[in-house]
Nanobody, 124 residues
Framework: QVQLVESGGGLVQAGGSLRLSCAAA????????MAWFRQAPGKEREFVAA????????DYSDPVKGRFTISRDYAKNTVSLQMNSLKPEDTAVYYC?????????????????WGQGTQVTVSS
């Protein structure tokens, strides 16, 4: 099993920045890629960004491209999401997820491991 624990959420004004971290523990050798998803009230969970476990490639959804950066810290076994130029529409619970599949995809049902989520609120 893999355990994922997120941290770093909070309240920030529009235009501000936040950094989310996801610490992975357990059978991390089974992970091929990691991603961040978010879910706003009344909306479906949506893909935000992904990174291969080796850090060799990254992928971003259009709404966050150019504002968010996903990265990997090998020493700490963490994946981070640096969020800049935040907008009120970025308000959501953010989830870290890990996939043991060789096939990459943006769909949430392709991910086996999930963190508990961390709230990000952007005020206007």
């Amino acid at each position: 099993q893999v355990q994922l624990v997120e941290s770093g959420g909070g309240l920030v004004q529009a235009g501000g920045s936040l950094r989310l971290s996801c610490a992975a523990a357990g059978r991390t050798f089974s992970i091929y890629h990691m991603a961040w998803f978010r879910q706003a009230p009344g909306k479906e969970r949506e893909f935000v960004a992904a990174i291969s476990w080796s850090g060799g490639w990254k992928d971003y959804s259009d709404p966050v491209k150019g504002r968010f950066t996903i990265s990997r810290d090998y020493a700490k076994n963490t994946v981070s999401l640096q969020m800049n130029s935040l907008k009120p529409e970025d308000t959501a619970v953010y989830y870290c997820a890990g996939s043991s599949s060789l096939n990459y995809g943006r769909s949430w049902n392709g991910y086996d491991y999930w963190g508990q989520g961390t709230q990000v609120t952007v005020s206007s």
